[in-house]
């Protein structure tokens, strides 16, 4: 995944429970990266084991901490610094869900993009509609 996902999970965490919990999920998930760089891709595996890691040290389930984490990616990093670029999408869930292909078109345009095999797997959550899609991780 690139390192926007895992600088919006690091964001959600110290901003929700402060930098010392942040720290205490990077030890746990045994992950050393002192910043992610934004369109630089990272295993899928860090992002999975942040995860993991934050509903340990956090005593949150797995399915509460994506929610809170597609709350965050919408409403803090999506609108925060691609605002025009997710307006552009639509006006409504279902018109931004049938514009997707184009919005992942545009930014593809916008960052080089791995289109390696094992960078096909994609998590987005849309938490406030209560729609999720997620490849790769199981809910608890």
Known sequence: MYGVV???VED???STHGAEKWEAIKTKAGVDVSVFISNEPYPDDVTYKLVGAACDVLGASSRDILIAF?????LKTGLGHYGALMRSGGNSLSEFLVNLPHFHTRI???V?????SDRRRELAVVASSGVAFLTGLKLT
């Open 6 to 8: 895992n600088k919006a």
């Open 12 to 14: 959600l965490v110290v």
């Open 70 to 74: 597609g709350e965050h990616w919408v």
């Open 108 to 110: 593809q345009l916008i």
């Open 112 to 116: 080089q993009v791995d289109t390696r």
